[in-house]
């Protein structure tokens, strides 16, 4: 365990609102054509890499201080 998170124990799992939107999600790309499936796959790709940076900025700066 980190000594600035002692009690940190890191959830995997999906919420029930989650789980629905996946649900919501996964209906809706089953009529998608295949290249408005593959932008929004990229799209999504790059959320995740925005995701991770701000992630990697705020620990940065948090073990900076």
């Given at each position: ?8 124990k890191?959830n ?22 295949p ?31």
């Open positions: 365990m980190d000594a600035h998170f002692p009690n940190f890191l995997i799992d999906l919420s029930l609102e989650q789980k629905f939107q996946m649900r919501i999600f996964e209906e809706s790309i089953q009529v998608m054509k290249e408005e499936a593959r932008k929004l796959l990229l799209e999504a790709s790059k959320l995740l890499m925005v995701k991770d940076n701000i992630i990697k900025g705020l620990m940065k700066h948090d073990l900076a201080e």
